[in-house]
Structure formats: C-alpha cells, structure tokens
C-alpha cells in the first residue's frame, strides 16, 4: 500500500507541476504507473489481473482525494475567493451545467450577487464583475486569452478568434484591419443597403403572415455575411427560407463547444472517438464551398476574402487557402449569429415596451423620408436608435459565455481593482453580469432603459419619477458587448452600421403585431448560452405601415 501510496503522489506532483494535457505523458501516467506497480507487486495478489484492477483503483482514488484536497484547502492560492464547492473542485462542474441547459450566464449571474464581484467558477478560474475589470483585463495592457478559446484550433490551423499569443494574432488581426479600412466599409454599405431591401421585401411578401422574427434575423445576418465575408448569396430572405441548412448546422457545431471549452484538455480524447468532429467538419466543408466559389468569381472585390487572402499583397507570406476558409466560417458564425441575436432580442423588447418602440419611431420618421435608403452617418448619430441597441446588447449581449484570460505563471500575478489574482489563473469576464452589477449601470440594472445611454441634466426613470442626472450611472467603459482592446470583436463597426439599418428600415415601414404573447413571458427561459445565443421564436404578423 505504501508503494502505491508514494507512486501515486509522485504522480500528483508531476501532474501539478507539469499540467499534462497532452494524451501520451497523461496516459503514462494515469495507466503506466498502476499497470507498472502491478507487474512489481502481483506476488501479494491473487493474480497480474487482479493487482492491476487493484493498483489501478487505488491510484485514480488517491490522485482524485490528492487534487480535491488541495484545491478545497487554504493553501491553494484562490483560497481567499469564495465560490461553490463543486466549481472549487473542478471544471467539469461548469462543463455539465453548460452542457446539460445552456445558464451559465444566470448561474454565473446568481454567484456574483451572492458572493460579490469575484467569485471562484474553477479550480484555477475567477469570473470578475468589478466596475474596472474591462481595462484591466480586456484592454491594451490586458492579459492574453486562457485555453477557454482552445476549442477554435483544428487541423486546417486556428481561426483568428482562437489564437492565443498576442504577438501572433496581430499579425493575422492585420487583414480584418485592412477589411474594415474606410474603402471597403463603403463596400459593405452597399451589401448591407442590398441585404436590408432584401429583407423589408421578403417581409412585404409575408405582410399579414405570422412569421418567426428570430429567424428571420437570422436569414438577415447570414445573407449579409455570405455576401460581405464571400461575396456568396445565400439568397433567405428572397426565398423566405435556409436555403443550406446553415442555421441548423451552426446550431449544432456549437452545442459541443460550450461544454468541451470548459474542460479544453478532453479535445484530443474527443478526437478520438469516430465521428466526433462531424458537426465541426460539415460547418468547414460549407466554408470549403464558399470559400472556393469565391475563388472561381476571381475578382478582386474588396469583400472580406479580398482582405484575409491578402489580395493586394501587404504580407511578405500569402495565407493558404484553408486557413482564410477557417476564418471565412469564423466571420459566418461570429458576424451572423451576433447579429442577428442581438436584432431579435431588439425587437423582442420593442415588443415588450411599445411606448419605446414609438419613441423610436418617431426619430427614424423625423429622420428619413419614407423610401429613404440607409445613411450610415446619419443613423451612427441617432440618440435614441443608438440607446436602444446599446441597452439591448448590455442586458442580453449575443456572447453570452465568458471571455477568459490567463494571469500566465511566473508574471507575478495581477491587481484587480483591490483584488490580488495569483499567476496561473483563469480570469473570466462574463458580459451578461458586469452589464447587471450595479456599480456599472444603475438605477434598475436588470430593466430595459434605453434612456440610461443618452446625456441629459434630469432623467424619467421607468417608474415615472424624475431624478438628476448624478443619480444615474452609466459606465461606458463596462460595456464589453464587443469585448475591448486588441482581441475585441474586429467587425464591431460593420454589425452596428447593419443593425441600426435594418432597424431604422423595418420601424419606419412596418407595425410589428405580437402573434403568441407567451413568446415574450419564455423568451428569458429559452435563451440559452451556446457559445454564443441560443435564441426562442418570435411569432409575429408584419403589417405594412400605411
Ligand atoms: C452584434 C454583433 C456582434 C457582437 C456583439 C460581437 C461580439 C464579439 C465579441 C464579444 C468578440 C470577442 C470574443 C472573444 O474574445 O471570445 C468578438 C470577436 C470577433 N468578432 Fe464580433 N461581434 C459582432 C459582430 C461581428 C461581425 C459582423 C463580424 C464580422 C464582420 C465579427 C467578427 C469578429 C471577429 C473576427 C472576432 C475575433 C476578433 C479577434 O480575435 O481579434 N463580429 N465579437
């Protein structure tokens, strides 16, 4: 017993040490060792079969009370930080919770008003909601992305959004730069002008049809991103349908991934199984298919692609092909899905609140003339339009999961706020509870106000009392819908030019009419973290404005 006992420890200090996450050093260990000690010690069993079933038990046993002790006892070093017992012991309790209903973000939430503004989610994992959190953590002095993101690498290479090391993605951050420089955003205008007349048509084909608002968001964000990633039209909203199946595969690449990034060390285990990849894989091959249909247009249209294939020819290296589709799917998941997310949780709350959906109507209708097309400097300078949105993406932000960062080992950890974070931490910032915590917004963090967002000397607050407007706070600088600083979201100005156009075009020529009233009660409990949003119908009839 005491020869396992002192493999076993050793074992948990090389563990410890060493991190090993990588199958061979982890197996060896884990199976070797007990397998090893079994052929040594058979004399004392009844046979080889039984002292391996024996040491090997023994072993998992010892090295899982080894790792629960320590993490649990004060001489680990977020000791200090409370936190439930199961996230203190491990990951894989985030995994399952993830996994099992998609509230993380509430769970997360709900700790945060019970413990305060750090709470302990992993082991080695802190989410922090303190009111300076953003710049610390987030901003150009910030720490650099945590093996969260692991799950973006694959074998054509890791899309931009996944890359880890802060000197190398900004080398591949600089043709995203390139794509949002001012020539091409005047491109995109006019795709977002075509794809926002695709849509009021497809919405006066239906006039007087309940149809499901969420997806029809949804058509509006992959039409755009087809055309402004690929210069490829997926053509839903002119046929009023997905016409490639994208919806359900994005839906189901994701589901794995909100549970797996929590425990990134089982993804070549995962990778094993046969089949595994599947949903990944078919979410690439339709990358492949655009990505290669833009090929064969030739042309050196200043979309998205013309900039991630180095067209024009600024780098030294031209990117390959299969790394620029792996990024050209990345845009289609993260510019669709956001968008669209963040349309419909809009227009749920115009729903909600139509005294604010007529506000706004009256500043599009002061603005524009009614077969106006989009100005886009116009809209950028709407107060209300602008507050509307802003508080949208604050209560309900479409990245609903954690941005994690990592205080690396040997840095010496890190102050935030009052808080000391030791070195080899997770540090997480969950955009659904900073944007609630009252030192950031207040009063009502929790209501939809748009008013907060605007500059004024007094303000109406939904209660009807009018207070001053040092009564209100309104922390810009905690707003990380599009997180912040050199990893924050690269299309940031595209998605609001394309939002604010599809809003203004749909107040000013459509009512929207409710068609299920308990769409709006449920909305909060369908919602659903899925790596990004995981959104409920929105039954609605579109009745042309007269
Ligand atoms: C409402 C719309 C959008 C929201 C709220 C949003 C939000 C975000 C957030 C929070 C991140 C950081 C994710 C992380 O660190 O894990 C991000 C990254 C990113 N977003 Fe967006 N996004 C939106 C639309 C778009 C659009 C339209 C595009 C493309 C045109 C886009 C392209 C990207 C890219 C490429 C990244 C990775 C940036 C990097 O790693 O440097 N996003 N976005």
Not at 42 to 67: Q, S
Not at 69 to 95: D, T
Not at 524 to 534: M, R
Request: net charge neutral.
């Amino acid at each position: 017993m005491s020869a396992i006992f002192a493999a076993s420890s050793t074992t948990y200090i090389i563990f410890k040490r060493f991190e090993y996450s990588k199958p061979v050093p982890a197996l060896v260990l884990l199976i070797g060792v007990p397998m090893t000690l079994a052929s040594v010690l058979r004399d004392h069993f009844a046979g080889l079969a039984t002292a391996m079933c024996a040491t090997a038990a023994v072993h998992w046993v010892l090295l899982t009370l080894f790792v629960a002790v320590y993490r649990i006892s004060p001489f680990h070093p977020l000791a200090r930080y409370p936190g439930p017992l199961p996230c203190k012991l491990s990951k894989c309790w985030m995994a399952y919770l993830a996994g099992s209903g998609g509230k993380t973000h509430v769970y997360i939430d709900r700790l945060h008003r019970l413990y305060g503004d750090v709470v302990r989610i992993g082991p080695n994992e802190l989410s922090v909601r303190h009111k300076d959190v953003c710049a610390t953590v987030l901003g150009a002095k910030g720490l650099p992305r945590g093996p969260y993101y692991d799950t973006r690498e694959h074998d054509d290479g890791v899309s931009l959004d996944g890359i880890r090391d802060p000197a190398l993605h900004a080398v591949r951050r600089r043709p995203w730069a390139r794509a949002m420089n001012s020539a091409s955003t005047k491109y995109f205008e006019e795709l977002i002008q075509h794809t926002v007349s695709d849509l009021t048509g497809g919405l006066k084909e239906r006039a007087g049809e309940s149809i499901d608002l969420t997806e029809w968001m949804s058509f509006f964000g992959l039409d755009f991103m087809g055309r402004m990633a690929f210069s490829y039209d997926y053509n839903m909203l002119k046929e009023g349908r997905d016409t490639q199946g994208l919806r359900r595969m994005i839906d189901q690449s994701l589901v794995n991934l909100r549970w797996i990034s929590h425990i990134p060390w089982s993804i070549p285990y995962l990778k094993m199984i046969p089949g595994a990849s599947k949903n990944w894989d078919d979410m690439k091959a339709a990358g492949d298919k655009v990505a290669r249909h833009r090929v064969s247009l030739g042309s050196r249209r200043p979309d998205l692609f013309h900039h991630l294939m180095d067209e024009e020819g600024h780098e030294a290296v031209r990117p390959q092909l299969e790394v620029v589709s792996v990024d050209g799917a990345l845009a289609i998941i993260a510019g669709a899905d956001t968008a669209a997310t963040t349309l419909a949780h809009f227009w749920m709350f115009m729903l909600r609140h139509p005294a604010y959906f007529e506000r706004l109507r009256k500043e599009v209708d002061a603005a524009f003339a009614r077969d106006d097309g989009p100005d886009f400097v116009k809209q950028a300078r709407m107060p209300y339009l602008n507050a509307c949105l802003n508080e949208t993406l604050r209560l309900f932000p479409p990245v609903l999961a954690g941005l994690q960062r990592r205080v690396g080992r040997g840095t010496g950890g890190r102050m935030i706020g009052t808080h000391f974070i030791p070195e080899d931490t997770q540090v997480s910032l969950v955009a659904y509870t900073v944007h609630r915590n009252p030192d950031c917004f207040s009063p009502f963090p929790d209501t939809f106000w748009p008013d907060r967002w605007l500059t004024q000397e007094t303000y109406t607050l939904p209660t009807g009392e009018v207070v001053p407007s040092s009564d209100v706070l309104t922390r810009r600088d905690a707003f990380m819908a599009f997180s912040q600083g050199p990893m924050a979201c690269a299309g940031k100005n595209v998605a609001l030019a394309e939002m604010r156009a599809a809003v203004c075009a749909v107040v000013q020529r459509f009512d929207l009419v409710l068609a299920d009233e308990r769409a709006l009660d449920e909305w909060e409990e369908v919602l659903q973290e899925c790596f990004v949003s995981k959104l409920g119908k929105l039954p609605v009839q579109v009745v042309p404005r007269n």
